[in-house]
């Protein structure tokens, strides 16, 4: 017997693998000064087979259809970190933080159906008792990115502060130029509590602060289909109409 409205000529299994490691390393040179280091891989291997039957609607009009499909996917991440913490003479607090990243995804897809079988009790397992299939289609997407920043901070007391970043940007996903600043995107901002510096032995008044900023941010670059490999690397297609295994 099978589940209500299961219908047992669709099957779509997956087996995966996946391995992640981290690694740490963090330097205390002082009380002040500070070197953080991190380390990650992420490995995953996916093996994924589809089978349509004569009882469904698209597996009866080609005689059977099935997918298979491989992925391998590396993801490297190494993030390393500077930073400087420290109150001068009292009301005097300075910090100051460097930072360098770098995040690389390096994946491989191999794809390949077939239609017509003459026999489909072995299903995705018979794949080679196909009559007809499409060429193997490869995907290989990589993606690099680096990306850095400086972060300085000075506050007064708690009277005022400014605070100031600047960040170098190389990934893909922004919009960049060729020139080296066109990558690098800063911002400003400063506050006074006036509260605290003419009213601080007043009730009547509990906050009052002036705060302003400035900023340049990147544009999130979208391509129109441009996640398409990866969503058609995912589903084994028929023909040269790229139709996906669903319904």
């Known amino acids: 017997s099978s589940l209500e409205g299961w219908n047992s000529d669709f099957e779509d299994l997956a087996k995966a693998v996946r391995s992640t490691s981290n690694f740490y390393l963090t330097l205390n040179f002082t009380k002040s000064l500070r070197w953080k280091n991190s380390l990650s891989f992420d490995m995953q291997d996916i093996n994924r087979g589809i089978w349509y039957g004569n009882g469904t609607a698209f597996g009866k009009t080609v005689n059977g259809a099935a997918g298979v499909n491989y992925a391998s996917i590396f993801t490297l991440g190494f993030k390393s970190e500077l930073s400087f913490d420290r109150y001068f003479a009292g009301k005097h607090h300075f910090k100051a933080l460097g930072a360098f990243e770098y995040i690389a995804d390096w994946n491989k897809y191999n794809v390949m159906c077939g239609t017509n079988f003459f026999m489909h009790d072995m299903r995705v397992n018979g794949f080679n008792l ?77 906050t009052l602060r002036l705060e302003g900023g400035w900023g340049k941010a990147g544009r999130s670059r979208s391509i129109p289909y441009e996640m398409l490999p990866f969503y058609a690397g995912s589903y084994p297609s028929v023909g040269a109409d790229l139709r996906g295994y669903y319904e």
């Not at 490869?138 to 993606?143: A, G």
């Not at 940007?169 to 130029?177: H, L, M």
């Open 130 to 206: 196909k009559e007809s299939e499409t060429k193997i289609r490869y995907f290989s997407p990589d993606i690099n990115s680096i990306g850095g920043h400086l972060h300085l901070v000075y506050e007064f007391g708690k009277y005022a502060g400014i605070d100031a970043v600047a960040r170098y940007e190389t990934t893909p996903r922004y919009d960049s130029g060729s020139a080296v600043m066109d990558n690098v995107y800063p911002a400003a901002s400063g506050w006074i509590d006036i509260r605290n510096i003419a009213f601080a032995d007043s009730k009547a008044v509990s």
